[in-house]
């Protein structure tokens, strides 16, 4: 299996993950590969940040490959230089049973706010981003992670109410900047990929849908959080702030019928949007540098992957469906060949405690009654 939606963190951030860390928990959870995000702080957006998270994963010493993504910026200077970077660093085939191999595996952009400073908001700067990687001839992947900045009313989030964090960042959000996303790579004459990350309203995969049949080259993926959690799962006191994360858990009507989109194929693969962060950061003890209390968006998801495939196995997907969904599709969106590494021993199935937060274990009790 490959996760290709992890943030592994590290350097200023090396009390919520490491890259070495996520890479050990990798591994015990049955993973070959985890591709990183890349708004840490600071992020991922230039040369000298690329090489220095690769060769601290490549120090690592692990068998996991490991995968950096490039943030881009309302810069066009910078886009460019980061369209350079990733052919510099991209490997398109990792070695059989190989160590220590590390690359780049796409770009990333963030069409709204979330957590980070790598943010690209304007419509006009979108449109230069997709201009820009035209020109640059780019073929690569780049994900965007889709929540329209105007349909976000933070006015609505109440933390003594965790339940209102899906009505300040509504479904609207993410399915008309998938719109928008789809019109400015079609009016730029952008030939890569268009990876929409962690899509959570079955209107936003009938969206990606209709481009695919129209031949466009976008994909989408499904995080396991969406497909398990609903509103329904969430504490609606503060003790359901752990369950914040971006974009929102949808209700249970979203819930179920995103699973069923990733069954027929509709959806092209699963991710685990691992994001952890230290619980005084998720329920508004630490502050901000203006004072304000931080509630955290995102939970760490990669010790849940063998529970998860687990969940698929009960939920009627066969052994080709779940390579199709955890493998082969993401060696096909991103263009890299990644061989299954042959484990000694069977996935870990305790590797929670690893984390201060923990949303999943409700959803371990029930899969294992």
């Known amino acids: ?26 591994y015990r959870a049955g ?70 191999q590390v690359g780049t595996v796409g770009l990333k952009m963030f069409a709204g706010r979330s957590v980070g400073d790598l943010t690209v908001a304007e419509e006009d700067q979108q449109k230069a981003v997709y201009r820009t990687l035209a020109k640059e001839g780019f073929e690569g992947a780049l994900v965007v992670h889709c929540e329209k900045e105007e349909y976000i009313n933070s006015r609505k989030w109440n ?7 899906p009505l300040a960042r509504p479904m609207i959000a993410e399915i008309n900047s998938i719109e928008n996303q789809i019109a400015f790579a079609k009016e730029a004459g952008y030939t890569g990929v268009l990876h929409i990350a962690h899509v959570s309203a079955p209107t936003s995969v009938t969206v990606i849908e209709s481009a695919k049949d129209a031949g466009m080259n976008i994909t989408c993926e499904l995080t396991s959080h969406h497909c398990i959690l609903s509103t329904k799962s969430i504490p609606n006191d503060r003790s359901g702030l752990i369950y914040k994360v971006n974009p929102p858990i949808r209700n ?53 992957w063998p529970h998860f495939k687990r969940y698929l196995e009960l939920n009627g997907f066969s052994e080709v469906d779940i390579q199709r969904v955890t493998h082969d599709n993401v060696e096909r969106i991103f263009g890299i060949r990644i061989p299954p590494i042959e484990f000694s021993e069977e996935p870990d ?11 999943w274990a409700d959803f371990r009790e029930g899969l294992y009654a």
């Open 1 to 26: 299996m490959i996760d290709p939606h992890v943030h592994t963190r590290d350097r200023d951030q090396s009390y919520k993950e490491t890259i070495e860390h996520g890479l050990n928990v990798a």
């Open 349 to 359: 199935l305790d590797l929670h405690g690893e984390y201060p937060v923990d949303v």
């Open 252 to 304: 249970q009507l979203a819930q179920k019928n995103m699973i069923g989109l990733l069954r027929s194929g509709a959806i092209d693969c699963v991710a685990s949007d691992h994001a952890p962060h230290i619980m005084d950061e998720k329920t508004g003890v630490a502050k901000n540098a203006e004072g304000e209390p931080l509630y955290m968006s995102g939970f760490p998801g990669l010790p849940n």
């Open 31 to 100: 993973l070959s590969g985890i591709y990183a995000m890349p708004n840490t702080s600071p992020p991922v957006a230039e040369e000298g940040d690329v090489q220095e998270v690769l060769g601290i994963a490549k120090a690592a010493n692990s068998r996991v490959f490991y995968g950096a993504f490039i943030g881009v910026t309302p810069d066009t200077e910078q886009v460019k230089r980061a369209t350079a970077s990733h052919r510099r660093h991209f490997i398109p085939e990792v070695e059989q049973g190989s160590w220590r």
């Open 159 to 165: 933390p003594d109410h965790p339940r209102t964090h």
